[in-house]
């Protein structure tokens, strides 16, 4: 390994040969980069997908109110089906369910107008219950979100994202006990939040759903509920909890539980393993695409060495003659395969990873892509497979070159 006319030998072999080492030497960093370049961009939509997971509560079932699709119990079909607070209580009390929140709609989608002085916007206002500040993940930046007493007492309290109060005024810390007129109603803040599902996610308002329902004139109604399980949750016990849900839902209001229309479930459990698996799915296969990439590279090595062994014959039987052991022999070409390899393949691992930085600096993240990278231990594996490609690319060269007898390889040559 340390044998300096060794190194000078190989290295004057290569430049004899520029061209067909250049070559070879790019088919390895070719298939090495490939497997880097693929393994980070799969992870650049896997990151772009969980981040738009983030947003939600991964271990929550949504339920939204619909229309009947089928009759039941003498009822017709097309109902509108419609839940309530009671409803809420309900689910809440089924086994399993940890957080659990409803919804109230206000304004039919018409704008919900914020004035503060002067300032006036519109914003997505949105009526909710304390446990909402887990369903949605929403980070408060300044004092508090909804509580309990909020919800009892009725209170005229609103919790808002940064950017609605930066502009309506013109600040975003110290707005607490301020206030907020809601559609000519007004709120006291009590606290402000940010959110990583984005801007538009930020540019909320959250009121306690009680004090909607009586100053929107919502009467009890609630337009949507939404609970999470304990984290480690299944997707057949997320399931088995979505379908308990809609059956109290369907004892209730008297629809059939295998009416899928009168309740919608949105399943976040099951949705995030589906994009889960296929991820995985996918890296698997640029796993695999770029293993035959450099298994392609490495056989390209290989070739190239057999080629190099035949031009070489007279020099390795003058070798024998003189006395070289047969193991000098295969030292010397796996060494020289070896040194080809590994150079070659840590250009293609450093140009993979350097693909990667550029195109995490030039591409934003969005809600499909963010931050392609390759895990260090896959590209240290990488590296170890390529030392191992490499002596075996120069094995079977080297075997065939030690058994050349020298007078016969002498004569050839």
């Not at 003189?322 to 022999?329: C, E, M, N, Q, Y």
């Not at 094995?395 to 050839?412: G, K, S």
Request: charged share 20%; proline share 3%; glycine share 10%.
């Amino acid at each position: 390994m340390f044998n300096l006319d060794r190194w000078r030998e190989i290295l004057d072999t290569l430049w004899r040969n520029k061209l067909r080492s250049a070559l070879t030497a790019f088919s390895v960093a070719w298939g090495i980069f490939m497997l880097v370049f693929l393994l980070g961009m799969g992870t650049g939509l896997q990151n772009g997908v969980q981040k738009e997971f983030s947003d939600d509560a991964t271990n929550a079932v949504w339920l939204f109110s619909g229309r009947t699709s089928m009759p039941h119990d003498g009822m017709p079909v097309g109902r509108r089906i419609i839940f309530t607070n009671g409803d809420v209580e309900a689910l809440d009390g089924l086994i399993g369910v940890d957080k659990i929140t409803g919804r109230f709609f206000i304004g039919d989608g018409r704008p919900n107008l914020m004035r503060v002085a002067n300032n006036v916007g519109s914003y997505d206002l949105r009526s909710v219950h304390p446990d909402h500040l887990y369903l949605e993940n929403t980070i408060i930046l300044e004092g508090r979100f909804l509580n309990d007493l909020d919800i009892e007492e009725r209170r005229k309290v609103c919790v808002i994202g940064e950017p609605v109060a930066q502009f309506l005024f013109e600040t975003s810390a110290g707005v607490t006990g301020r206030w907020i007129e809601i559609n000519r109603i007004p709120f006291q803040v009590v606290g402000v939040f940010t959110d990583e599902g984005g801007e538009n996610e930020r540019e909320k308002i959250y009121i306690p759903i009680t004090t909607a329902q009586t100053a929107f004139n919502g009467a009890d109604r609630v337009h949507m509920t939404m609970f999470t399980m304990h984290s480690e949750v299944t997707v057949a016990e997320s399931k088995r909890m979505a379908d308990a849900a809609v059956a109290r839902l369907a004892a209730a209001h008297h629809f059939s539980p295998a009416d899928t229309q009168a309740v919608r479930v949105r399943n976040n459990v099951e949705q995030f393993q589906n994009f889960m698996q296929i991820f995985a799915g996918i890296r698997w296969f640029v796993l695999i695409m770029g293993v035959c990439s450099l298994v392609a590279g490495v056989i390209g090595v290989s070739n190239i060495m057999m080629i190099a062994v035949r031009e070489r014959t007279r020099e390795i039987g003058i070798r024998k003659a003189l006395g070289a052991k047969p193991s000098d022999i295969v030292v010397s070409i796996m060494q020289e395969s070896v040194f080809i390899t590994t150079v070659a393949g840590y250009l293609g691992l450093v140009a993979g990873i350097g693909g990667l930085a550029l195109i995490d600096n030039l591409i934003p993240p969005t809600e499909m892509f963010a931050h392609p990278e390759v895990d260090l231990s896959i590209a240290l594996g990488a590296t170890l497979l390529l030392v191992i490609a490499g002596a075996l690319a120069g094995l079977f060269p080297a075997r065939v070159a030690a058994r050349l007898n020298p007078i016969n390889a002498m004569r050839d040559g």
